[in-house]
Structure formats: structure tokens, C-alpha cells
T-cell receptor, first 109, second 118 residues
Framework: GQNIDQPTEMTATEGAIVQINCTYQ??????LFWYQQHAGEAPTFLSYNVLDGLEEKGRFSSFLSRSKGYSYLLLKELQMKDSASYLCAAMDSNYQLIWGAGTKLIIKP | GAVVSQHPSRVICKSGTSVKIECRSL??????MFWYRQFPKQSLMLMAT?????????EQGVEKDKFLINHASLTLSTLTVTSAHPEDSSFYIC??????????????FGPGTRLTVL
């Protein structure tokens, strides 16, 4: 079957670094997405990886290993506004999105 | 975990026809369902929020007469794109909120429906 696993909740300190992991199993693979979702708002696109390696975009970086079915989202210099849910989604061979349940990130001062 | 399905997964239609997309919560009761539109590598754009048994609430700029939403039961919401045009071609994603869960902010997302209007 197809599934995505990511931690339910993580806690980190303002100014620190946090890594949110995501493992996936899909029928075929057409890329891995990360979204940020604040409570009551629509998910915001953060990154898309389809090739192995690290993609850096400001304070956020996303890494993909296709052979391991593994991705992570790295958030640096954490700010209070980064408190949100982070959704991992993999696109399968039919271009369907397989969603993780989301990781609730709590930032403490 | 909670599962949300969408049907069809992919649809191709002619300009001027109407297309219905179904969103179902398979193992929970969804008091609220959301319909999003996704453009490539962009954020999901919320189109409307539907609550079971009441009229949907549309976001600004979304034509309610063009995108008809029905949420007739606690497990099913439908989006009908009426008189579809090529610019309506997009990836439509629904999500559902579990009304019985204490996690009021948790949404479960469907796999999406790719609509192509010729």
C-alpha cells in the first residue's frame, strides 16, 4: 500500500534548528512536497523535491533520498511564527498526492 | 489514520460541459469539508468551505454559480464545475475535518482530481 509517515508533534526553541522527517512508500514517484499550515488557514507551499539532494530556500531546506524513500524539512533560526503544522505529501505515478498526517511544530521562547 | 478519497482521480472533458468531483471521508464523519485548487508548485488556494447540511462559504473571487458545492451527508461533499472552460483545468483537492475528534484544526486531505478541459 501507499503511506506517508511523519512525527505527530515536535517542540523546539526559538532561534534553534529543527528537522522534520518524512518517510514514504508510493506506487511510482513524481516528487515530494512540503507545506506549512497555520491553524485555520490553507496550506502554503514550501518546497518540491524530485531529485536526490538538498534544496535550500532561505531559512528552510528540504532534502530527498529516493532510494531510501525519505525526506526531511530543515528549519533554521526558528521564529515563533514558525509554529504550525508541516505536511509532507508524495506524488505517485498517477500524479495523485499521498498525504502525511502532518507534524505539529511548537516553538517555545 | 483517517482516509479521504476523491473520485474521479482524473477527468478530461470538453469545454462547456459540467464535471462532478466527489470527496468522501471513509472512516470518520466530516462535519466540515474544504475544496482547494492547486496550481503547479504553488500553495493550495482555498475555494470554499462546506458544512454538512448548510450552504457552502465561498472565498472571495470564487464564482459560486460556477463551482457548485453540495455537502449532503457527513461523509460526502461534491464539487461540480459547471460549463467548464480550459482555464478551469487544474488539480482540485478536498480535505475533511473530523467532527468527532478533539483535534479541531486537523484536516485530512484527499489525493486530488486532475481536471483537463479541452
Amino acid at each position: 500500500g501507499q503511506n506517508i509517515d511523519q512525527p505527530t508533534e515536535m517542540t523546539a526553541t526559538e532561534g534553534a534548528i529543527v528537522q522534520i522527517n518524512c518517510t514514504y512508500q508510493t506506487s511510482g514517484f513524481n516528487g515530494l512536497f512540503w507545506y506549512q499550515q497555520h491553524a485555520g488557514e490553507a496550506p502554503t507551499f514550501l518546497s518540491y523535491n524530485v531529485l536526490d539532494g538538498l534544496e535550500e530556500k532561505g531559512r528552510f531546506s528540504s532534502f530527498l533520498s529516493r532510494s531510501k524513500g525519505y525526506s526531511y524539512l530543515l528549519l533554521k533560526e526558528l521564529q515563533m511564527k514558525d509554529s504550525a503544522s508541516y505536511l509532507c505529501a508524495a506524488m505517485d505515478s498517477n500524479y495523485q498526492l499521498i498525504w502525511g498526517a502532518g507534524t505539529k511544530l511548537i516553538i517555545k521562547p | 489514520g483517517a482516509v479521504v478519497s476523491q473520485h474521479p482521480s482524473r477527468v478530461i472533458c470538453k469545454s462547456g460541459t459540467s464535471v462532478k468531483i466527489e470527496c468522501r471521508s471513509l472512516d470518520f464523519q466530516a462535519t466540515t469539508m474544504f475544496w482547494y485548487r492547486q496550481f503547479p508548485k504553488q500553495s493550495l488556494m482555498l475555494m470554499a468551505t462546506s458544512n454538512e447540511g448548510s450552504k457552502a462559504t465561498y472565498e472571495q473571487g470564487v464564482e459560486k454559480d460556477k463551482f457548485l458545492i453540495n455537502h449532503a451527508s457527513l461523509t460526502l461533499s461534491t464539487l461540480t464545475v459547471t460549463s467548464a472552460h480550459p482555464e478551469d483545468s487544474s488539480f482540485y483537492i478536498c480535505s475533511a475535518r473530523d467532527g468527532t475528534s478533539g483535534e479541531v484544526d486537523t484536516q485530512y486531505f484527499g489525493p486530488g482530481t486532475r481536471l483537463t478541459v479541452l
